[in-house]
């Protein structure tokens, strides 16, 4: 599948007793634990040893995962173990191709557990709550926008849990309409909504894989530029939603009344500042890291990003309970909540691992072959991207798979001709499309859920028009950056 389902995070209080973890669950969650640690430690410059164990640790959660997950994860399982002994059986030099694929699964598997910690926290959130039930119930004139660029911020904490929060806000407000034609349609633009501001996120955020993975995948970029401009991105994303959006609006019977919004919900303008904050939490020590000790925020929010989430807990709970709640809820996250993204894990990781190593491989056989993809015009390689991710996305690949592959094959930079950070903008601007326009990703599936139709009728009746006009506009963005 191309991504998989996200648990629920709508907002909730955090279980007051965990239950009492098995002996595996304690092993499984101590070893992603030791894993985050290990990534970090690498990351900040410690190589003694750093990239062994995160490779040990890759295997020895896989291994002991392998029998709690079914479907799917199996098949990534057995394709991973299936090139690891092509690789030591036919190569070589084998862990030329394995090493790397093992580095770039171990911190796929660190990354997302980290923000893990975080999604654990703000699930449970009120204030998070609160600034959803803000961003939900705009007015019609600018509700589009509030939800397609708030949703992008939220995406930061919880990830596809976005989508269930604020879709769920939407839908509530959406059914105080009394008129079911009426009721449909906003329930169908609000989603729509959230879910474009769900994709422009995957440009930009440095919380997200698409961002993280495509600038270690390109040479001579830095997760900052690539911040930068995926703003551009992002921008591009939501006006060209909300244009599409005014077609919408336009298609209600003249003189149809629509309900208000709950104003009092619509003027809590204090509800985002917990959201600015938490943007500032994150991007200042990032930045501050980056530029003075060298440490790329990919690495660092590794370390940070639990330790906001601590602080968050700290500061919500009154005085003299802080540190038991705190003790709490960073069982309740390595035993409870990590354990249980078991699915998630392997997909994500194994996905990594494969589309590194497959990479690798075929891109061997292109050279010894004497196929020279850089005959093929720079121009026409930096659109590929934006056609040929969302098509792979529509037969179930998974993009985390599919760019750490093809970006293995494109030319670099220099022998296209073309600037580092326009590769980055077209391998994140396919992966951007791919989540509204593929019935197989958790994306979709939440939105089809929230909006009471198919996937499919999602992907391609609701977002078809958009998606189309987006790749057109980002292809024009990309060809401006190169």
Partial sequence: MTETPAPQTTPQPAPSVLPPPTGMTLLIGALLVANIAVNLLHGIGIEAGTPYMADVLFVVVLVLLAPRVRGSRHVFLTVSTLLAAYCLIMLEHPFAVLQPALAQGSFIMAFFCALASLEHVAARSPAINRAAAFIANQPPGRRYLALGFGTQVFALMLSYGA???????????????????????????????????????????????????????????????????????????????????????????????????????????????????????????????????GIPPSRTVLGLVPLIAACWVLVERGTGERLRE????????????????????????????????AGALLAQA????????????????????????????????????????????????????????????????????????????????IISRLGGVTPREVALKWNGTFVVMTALALGLWVQLMA
């Fill in 366 to 445: 292109i050279a010894a072959a004497g196929v020279d993809l850089g005959m093929v015009p720079a121009r026409l390689l930096l659109v590929l991207p934006l056609i040929l991710i969302p098509l792979a996305g529509q037969a179930g690949l998974n993009p985390i798979l599919f760019v750490s592959l093809f970006a293995q094959l494109l030319p670099s930079p220099t022998e296209m001709g073309v600037a580092p950070i326009a590769v980055v903008l077209a391998l994140t601007s396919g992966w951007a499309l791919t989540a509204p326009t593929s019935p197989f990703t958790a994306s979709v599936m």
């Fill in 163 to 293: 989508l269930s929060l604020l879709g769920t806000m939407a839908r509530r407000s959406a059914e105080r309409e009394p008129v079911p034609a009426v009721r449909a349609l906003r329930i169908r633009r609000m989603l729509q909504g959230a879910q474009c501001g769900f994709s422009a996120s995957l440009c930009w955020s440095p919380l997200a894989f698409a961002t993280v993975i495509t600038s270690a995948l390109v040479p001579g970029v830095q997760i900052n530029s690539v911040v930068a401009h995926g703003l551009g991105s992002a921008l591009i994303i939501v006006l060209v939603g909300w244009l599409v959006d005014r077609r919408l609006k336009g298609s209600l019977p003249q003189g149809t009344v629509v309900a208000p919004p709950d104003q009092t919900a619509a003027r809590d303008t204090r509800a985002l500042w917990p959201l600015a904050a938490l943007l500032t939490a994150v991007a200042v020590p990032a930045v501050v890291l980056d530029v003075f000790a």
């Fill in 326 to 357: 705190l003790g709490r809820r960073a069982r309740h996250y390595a035993f409870g909540d990590l354990p249980g993204y078991k699915a998630e894990i392997v997909l994500l990781s194994t996905a990594g691992f494969i589309g590194s190593a």
